[in-house]
Structure formats: C-alpha cells, structure tokens
C-alpha cells in the first residue's frame, strides 16, 4: 500500500503545481489583455460621432457643428474618406481644430447636400474610428425671375370683360423657396384698363374699345418672394373689332316747310347693319318701330279741328243733298277780338290760349247763344284747357268752365260744366215744366280721372241727350266704372227748379254769373283754348276726332310693299308706327317709306322728335335691341309765312291793328297784354365775370349764378314754372382748336342728366336745349356748362346769350347777356380798358360816371367794378359831370349819347384820348374864366357850398339821375334855355390816394370818394351875377 500512496501523493503534487502554473500564467495573459482595450479605445474617441456644416455658394468656409476638436500631441491630420464621388473639401489641423473648406464654390442649384467621413491621422500613422459630416449649401439670390416666354401677344373682343385674357409665367433658378419661387406679378404701364393677379393672370378691368386703341402694349414684370425683380415682359393685347348691330343712313335733321301741304320722306337711306345675325333653321324677326314726339309743343300736337270740321260738313252736304241740313253747329264761346273776350288775358301767338286767374271771366251776349233749357234738348260742350292744381284744403272749391245761371235776382245754376276736388262735373237741372217737381231725376255727373289735375292739356267732349250723358276724353269715351264701391262717374240725383217768372239765363265761360250780386264768381284757375257748344244736337264719332286728331302725323308705306308674314301697325294717333317682318332687305325699303306731313295752316314753327327703335330675335329667344337713333323734324316757316309774322309783329307794336295776308291767310293780332297780365320769363344772375388764366383753362361755369323764373304779374305760380326750349349762343363762335363747352355734373350723378326730358346739343354757335321739363332741370344743365379756353390770350372777353321760352314760343325772355373777360397778365390801363366789349364793366378801381339827359329804355349812372388782384393796374382816376339847373331849364348831354357807358363802346386810339382830353382842358379854361368873373364879382354872401352840395348830391345820386339842387330865387342868377356841362380832367388826380381801391359801389361809398378826390373843388364860389 505505501507504494500507492506515494504514486497518489506525487499526482497530486503534480497536479496542484499544474494548476499553480496554469493560474498564474491566467491572470498574467489577463492583464496584458485589459490595457490593449484601453488603448484601443482611446484612439477610437478621437471624433465624435458625425458632424454638421454649412457653407454659402459664394464662399469656401464650412462652419461645423460641433468644432472638429483634437491633441495635437497624438494627432497629425486628418483623412477624407472618399468613396465613389468626388468629394469637393480639404480638412486641415490648425491650432488643434480640423478646419473644413471647400476647394472651390459650391453651387446649390446643382448640389444641395455634401455626405462624406473624415477619420484621425495619428503621428504614428494609424487612423482613428471615422466620422460622418454632413454639409449643406446655403442658396443666395443670384438669380431674377426669367419669363418662360420673350413676349406675349394675344387677341380679345371689344366690348367684353374677361375673367382672363392671358397667362404669363416667369421662374427662378435659385435653389431655395426664398429665392427660388415667383410670388407676385406687376403691370408697369400705368393707365390701363387692366389687372394681373399673384397667378400671373391677366384680365381686363373694363370694355375694350377698337375705336380708342386697337392694341395695348402693357411692360410685366414678376418678382421672387425676395422681392428681386425680373426684366420686364412685353405684352400685346390686340383689341378685334366687333361688328356691331346698328341702324345706319338716319339723318341729323329733317326739314319740313311749312304751308306746303306735301310729305316728306324720312328715312330715304336707311339701313340695317346686322352683322351676320342669323337664326339656326329658322328666320329671325327684325321688328323697327317710328316714333313722332310732340308733347312739347302746346295741345301735345298741332291740331287743325275748323279745317277737318269743314271737310266733314262738306262731306255730309254733300251726301245729304242740303246745305242746311248738314254741319256740327258748334258756336265757339272763347273768341279773339271780341266784345265779351276783349278784357281776358290771352297769348299773342297764333293759338287761342286764354289765362284764368280764379277772378276772370266774360259773359256770353245773348246773339251769340239764345237762353234756353239745356235739358229740353240735345246739346254736346266742347272744351280743351290745362287746369293748374293748386294745393288746398278747400275741396269745395268750384272752377266753372262755361255755366248758365239766373240773371238776376236769384243763383240758381241751370247748366254748368267746373271742376272740384280733382273731377269734372256736369251739372244739368230741370226746369221747373219738364217733369214732376216731387220726382228725382238725374242732376250731376261727376267724373273722376286722373287728366283734370296733371296740369296738362287735355281735349273734353260731353254729349247730352238725357238720359244718356257721355264723356270723351282726347277723343277716347270714358267707360263707366265701380271704384271702392262708387260708381265712375257718381250720378247726383236732385229735383227739377221751382217756377221763377220773368227770370231768364245769363251764360258765362271761365265763371259763373251771380245774379244776386250782378257779378261773375267761381272762377276757373288755368288756360282754356277753346270752348265751343252745340246746341240741339250732339257731335258725331268723327266730328270728335276732329278736335282731338293731329294735323302732323307719321304716314305709313302702302299696302303693296308688304310681303307675305310682314306687318305694319300704327296707332290711331297715327304718331307711331311699327313694321314687323323676317326679310331685312323689305323691311329697310318699308322704312324708307315712312313719311311726315302737317297739314295745319300755319303750323307751329319748331323741332319734333323722332325716335328709331329696332329689335333683333329669334324664335323663343330673348331680343337683341339695336341702339335706338334719335333725330328730329324741324318745321321751318314758309316765306309767306315768314313776311305775315314780321308784318304782324310790326302792327302789334304800332298801331295794334289786324293785317291781312295775301295769298295765306288772314292774320288777328293778338290784344296786348298788360305787365300786370302777360306771364313773362325773367333770367336774373351776374352779367359780368372776371377769369384768370388758370380758371379759363381749367374750365369755368359760365352760368353759375343763373336764376330763372315765370311770373304772372307780380306772382310766381308753381304750376306754370316750365320751359319749352333754352339756347346759349357763344359771341364769336368758338374755335374747335382750343375752346369748347362741355357739361360738368359733379353735384350729382352722370346718369340724373339724363333722366331730364331736355336734348343737349353742343356747337360752336353754343347750346341748344329742347323739351318740355321744369325750369329746375333746365337750371341744373346750365349750370353745369363749363367753358374752356385753352389759349386765353387770344382774346379778351366771351359773351355768352340766353334765351328761354315756354308753350312753344308764345313766351319768350328777353336776352340775357353774360361778360366773360379774361384778366390778361401785366395789363396795362388805357383809354379803352374803361370800356369793355358788349357793356362789360371796367378794370378795377375805375368809376365812369356820365350824367345823360333821362330816357325811355336806358339806363344811366355810374359803372363801377373792384377787383383788389389788380388794384395796382390801374391809374384812381374818376370822370364825372355836374349839373346845375334852373327850374325851367334843363342841363342835357351836349355829346348827342356818346357817353352811355352801359350801352355804347367807348372809343379805344389814344388819338381819341387825346381829343377828350384837350376839350376837357379846353371847358376847364372857360370855367376857371367863368369862376374868376364870378368871384370878383361876389359879395361875400355867396359862397362854395352850392358846388359841394351839388357834387356830394350827384354823387349820391348819379344812378337815379337827380338832378342839382336849384338856384335860389335871391340868388338872381339868370340861366338861358341852353344846356351846360360843366366837366373835371380826370388826368388831374394821378396822384391820390389807395384809399379808394376799396369797392365804389355803395353810396356812402361815393361820397367818401368823393370827399377825398375833389377837396379842391369844393373852393369854388360861384358870384350871383349872370354868366
């Protein structure tokens, strides 16, 4: 056993020394691995693990997050790891940083983004753990926009707004959305109907019109979101011009003669331009309609009733076999140069138009109308008048247009046509023998329409033939109606008159006779043309048309100018015509036929309008309107007609007598009318004013001031406050080359011009207004005339006339007259700047004062103007002229009206100055003789106040035309019979004061001028003895 004990004992041995070995050669090897991993480790976190930089295109210099930071005592340089890809930087180790550059310019728009490691070069050699860098290139703006396209041309409509008319689109090469997009386009042609919007789309803002410009060139340009502008683009907008539908060959005017009882054709070279129009399978319908317009003129229309009554009894004679058994038998009631009209108030035209007041009337002598029971029999009242509505709260208010009443003693009122409360009523009782007294019977019609109170003219025709009563009105019968329960017309039933013995009739027009107070009473307030009664018989359907019927109407084509499927309609007016067809060739031949003709004697003188309206459609289609035309018919006098009017205007101011016309017609002149009577057109306002330059050329409104009104004697009545017509002429024409007139209504709209009734027609003769409107309207389009000169140094003063008229030129106002003078710079005074052309007042601070024997029609006195801009223009001088007087003598003007400043020009050569001023000096000698006389002779009691009363008197008074005060008897001057005017040289005062250049207008004012300016004279003395 002990031999193997020992063998176990020795492996033992062996074993554990094995282990002693093999564990310290472990822990030895271990240690030696542990400091290789440090070391490893420390090489590796030489960098971090990437980096970020950025650099500009325009430099080399990488800023780098984080900085590239190292020991240089380890670390060498660095390495770029290149890989596929140039890679454009270089890294350098300076002052233990790795600085990054590129090695030339970047370029964003070709590369953005730079990605490339960069790893550690130790001084040994060995490379450290590599790093990512990540480099990105910051953009600049190098780059404008550019525009896809050079330029831009295009082609539009006239007449059209577009949502587009083009597109243009520019783009930038910068890289970047600051740079690099187009946010905003701009239009630099300014003045322009046009619009571009962020999108680059353009659009018009306004119609094009090939007429103002066939293209338009507009400079766009567009910018980044920088801002950064692009060189300007040019686009051309060609305008193309469209054919528009149009009725062509219409004359301006058209003149017709009167008296020559032949028509005359209208359009004779009308055409239709239509531009192509067509309906797809079907024919299109032209409709055209002619349109007469006369409502100015006074009754709408002329109308001739006597001439078409006389054709009609000629007629019915004719058919009847008897010349007494046909005739309308109407008695006209309101006559010219009669013995019961000679007191009304009427016009002095050719037409019958009596004024009512409400107080006026004429009674009917009994050989004119038999008194007589108007409802034993049959009878018709024909009437025409315009009623002035006036405002009132009195609706019993009766306005009779003819009545019948007693004559004496009592009021009953037998038969009356008046108005009341806006209706026409017929009144008619029974006598007393026509029935039974206890039975009611019909008694009043009242009629309610609208034409009694629109105060215009209207035709009324009533026949009576009881029990039937019938109303026309403008020839149309009025249909009974049931308005809110009451009947149209209201019929008032009432008991037949009582007996009343030795009582007879009074018949009266414009009022009704009281014959209990012997006077006329219930006046009608308005104008009446005729009143006319048929007694015994009432009026036909055609003798009714003649009264309301047009003598001037619109003739139509013939029957055979019609095609199949055409149709002409007129209106029973016959002012109106309307053709209607499919072939536009017919319709302009049927057009061309429409004709005019007037057939009243003696028409009215004057312009008709006319009006061309035409449609285009096709079937279930909406109708295009072609622009209407407006032209107009002027009626010009015939020359007979021409030679009685100026012989009548002759008689009328003369001896007031009638005058027969040879070969037309026999002309009654009309009673004159008193200024109480006779309504009359007054235009008041500034008859002078004063421009500069700039104003003239800027344009000045030249009837600024004006005031226009109607008075019926002494009253202004609203209901008459209307104009026919109005015309400024220009002295002299204008020059088209640099003067004109326009209208200027910046007060109000554009458009309130023409809703007015009033045609403006702009010439160089000046304006002409025509059509029936209130005189507001007519003032609000003279005021808005404006004049413009643009060369006022071409003349000195514009005269400007005025004229109105109403009813048709049976008033006219007198001729207003406005001064317009041009204020010339550096203007220097002469013997004519006292005197301006066509009575315009003189240059500031210039008084003319010439005392003229008083006559009928002129107006004497100072004229004097202030005007401070040239208050150093002018020279303080004053002409004047005392007058001394004896009380039968009288001092008149020894220059046989050469001195009326206000109405004749004074002469303008200095060689006349000079005449003045050496008889002005000449009279001057022979007064101071006069007064040196007087004062050696005088004895001490006499002395200068008569002068100085006399010059501060006249002074006072010079537009009144006092004269001097006269001589006292103890005086014992002894006066001839012959006049004296006794004159101081203006020339003399040169050298007073500027105290003057105030205004010398007023008359505290003269007689401060005066004080100031002839002290001197007031030294006079005269001596008592005899000159």
């Known amino acids: 056993m002990v031999p193997a004990v020992k063998a176990i004992y020795l492996a033992l041995l062996v074993l554990v020394a094995s282990s002693s070995f093999s564990s310290h050669h472990q822990q030895v090897k271990g240690d030696k691995y542990e400091d290789e991993d440090d070391y490893y480790d420390s090489r590796e976190r030489v960098l971090e693990t990437s980096y970020h930089g950025l650099i500009k295109e325009n430099e080399t210099f990488v800023e780098i ?48 983004n730079y990605k490339f490691d960069i790893t550690a070069v130790f001084c040994d050699g060995s490379h450290s753990k590599s790093a990512s860098v990540h480099i990105s290139v910051i953009d600049i703006n190098e780059y404008s926009p550019t525009f896809l396209q050079p330029s831009y041309v295009t082609e539009v409509d006239e007449g059209r707004l577009y949502q587009e008319i083009i597109r243009v689109e520019a783009t930038d090469k910068d890289c970047t959305p600051l740079f690099g997009d187009v946010c905003k386009y701009e239009i630099l042609t300014a003045d322009q109907p046009f619009t571009i919007d962020n999108e680059g789309s353009i659009r018009n803002t306004e119609p094009l019109s090939h007429k103002i410009s066939h293209n338009h060139i507009l400079s766009v340009v567009a910018y980044d979101c920088a801002m950064k502008q692009s060189a300007p683009v040019m686009v051309n907008i060609r305008v193309r011009r469209v054919c528009e539908a149009h009725v062509m060959g219409v004359a301006e005017r058209i003149d017709y003669t009167a008296n020559s009882l032949e028509s005359v054709s209208l359009f004779p070279k009308i055409h239709l331009e239509l531009c192509d129009m067509q309906c797809k399978g079907e024919d299109m319908v032209i409709q055209s309609s002619v349109s007469l317009k006369t409502k100015h003129i006074s009754f709408g229309c002329d109308r001739d009733a006597t001439q078409c009554l006389r054709r009609l009894s000629e007629n019915e004679r004719q058919q009847a076999g008897d010349s ?11 006559q010219k140069n009669t013995d019961w009209t000679k007191d009304l108030v009427y016009d002095e035209g050719a037409e019958a138009i009596f004024h009512f007041d409400g107080s006026s009337g004429a009674i009917v ?64 009782r029974k006598d007393f023998n026509d029935g039974d007294l206890n039975i009611f019977s019909p008694a009043e019609w009242r009629w309610k329409i609208p034409q009694v109170c629109d105060n215009e003219w209207h035709h009324y025709t009533i026949n009576v033939d009881l029990p039937k009563v019938e109303l026309y009105v403008d020839g149309v019968r009025f249909e009974s109606s049931v308005e809110d329960r009451h009947s149209n017309p209201e019929v008032i039933d009432d008991w037949p008159l009582h007996a009343a013995h030795g009582i007879n009739t009074t018949l009266a027009i414009g009022a009704c006779y009281q014959g209990s107070e012997n006077r ?201 406050q209307k104009l026919d017509s109005c015309n400024v002429n220009v002295f002299p024409s204008l020059n088209p080359d640099h003067e004109e007139i326009t209208i200027d209504d910046k007060d109000g709209t554009d458009e309130s011009l023409f809703k007015f009734d009033i045609k403006t027609k702009i010439s160089k003769e000046g304006v002409e207004m025509i059509g029936y409107d209130t005189i507001e309207n007519y003032q609000h389009v003279l005021k808005s005339l404006v004049y413009i000169n643009k060369k006022p140094a071409y003349y000195l003063n514009r005269v400007f006339k005025l004229t109105c008229s109403q009813v048709d030129d049976h008033f006219r106002s007198a001729e207003y007259t406005l001064t317009l003078t041009v204020l010339h710079p550096k203007q220097q005074p002469t013997s004519s700047a006292a005197a301006n052309a066509g009575g315009a007042s003189p240059p500031s601070n210039v008084l003319l004062a010439i005392s003229t024997a008083p006559s009928e029609g002129q107006q004497h006195g100072a004229v004097a103007v202030d005007s401070h801009d040239n208050a150093n223009q002018y020279a303080h001088a004053m002409l004047h002229s005392h007058d001394v007087q004896e009380s039968q003598s009288k001092v008149r003007s020894s220059s046989n009206g050469a001195g009326l400043i206000g109405h004749e020009k004074l002469a303008s050569s200095h060689s006349t100055m000079l005449i003045v001023v050496i008889c002005a000096s000449f009279v001057l000698l022979i007064c101071g003789v006069g007064i040196a006389r007087l004062r050696n002779n005088s004895t001490g009691s006499a002395s200068g106040g008569l002068i100085g009363s006399g010059v501060a008197g006249h002074s006072r008074n010079t537009d009144k035309h006092q004269a001097c005060p006269k001589v006292a008897a103890d005086q014992q001057l002894d006066w001839d019979d012959s006049a004296l005017t006794i004159t101081i040289n203006p020339m003399q005062n040169d050298n007073l004061s500027d105290e003057s250049s105030e205004s010398e207008n007023s008359d505290s004012e003269d007689e401060e001028v005066m004080n100031g300016r002839y002290k001197n004279v007031s030294q006079l003395e005269w001596d008592n003895s005899t000159i």
């Open 520 to 720: 006329l009473k219930h006046g009608f307030s308005g104008d009446i043309s005729e009143i006319k009664l048929s007694t015994r018989k009432v009026l036909t359907a055609s003798q009714i048309r003649c009264g309301t019927d047009c003598a001037e109407k619109l003739l139509p084509p013939a029957d055979h100018y019609l095609e199949p499927e055409q149709q002409i309609q007129s209106n029973t007016q016959m002012n109106k015509i309307v053709i209607e067809g499919s072939n536009k060739t017919n319709i302009e031949l049927l057009l061309q036929q429409i004709q005019y003709i007037n057939s009243k004697e003696n028409p009215t003188i004057g312009r008709r309008n006319i009006q061309v309206m035409t449609t285009v459609s096709c079937p279930n289609k909406k109708a295009i309107r072609l622009p209407t035309i407006d032209t107009y018919i002027m009626v010009t006098p015939s020359g007979n007609q021409s030679a009685a009017t100026a012989s009548g205007s002759g008689l009328t101011s003369s001896s007031g007598t009638s005058s027969s016309v040879s070969g037309l017609y026999s002309k009654i002149l009309d009673k004159p009318l008193t200024s109480d009577q006779k309504p009359q057109i007054v235009i008041s306002g500034n008859s002078n004013h004063l421009v500069s330059y700039p104003d003239i050329k800027e344009g000045v409104k030249i009837l600024a001031q004006i005031n226009i009104s109607i008075y019926t004697g002494k009253d202004i009545r609203p209901e008459m």
């Open 365 to 428: 002598p009994r050989s004119v109308v038999q008194p007589q029971d108007f409802a034993a029999h049959q009878f018709s009242i024909v009437t025409m008048f315009r009623h002035h509505s006036i405002a009132s709260n009195d609706k019993h208010t009766k306005e009779h247009i003819v009545c019948s009443a007693d004559d004496h003693k009592m009021n009953r009122h037998h038969m009356a046509l008046f108005v009341r409360n806006c209706r026409l009523i017929l009144l008619l």
């Open 324 to 334: 007494d058994s046909a005739g309308s038998g109407l008695v006209d009631l309101l």
């Open 65 to 112: 997050t984080p900085l590239i930071k190292v020991d240089e005592s380890k670390i060498c340089g660095f390495h770029i790891i290149k890989k596929n890809k140039e890679i454009p930087f270089q890294i350098e180790l300076v002052n233990e940083l790795g600085i990054l550059k590129a090695k030339k310019t970047l370029n964003c728009e070709k590369r953005k």
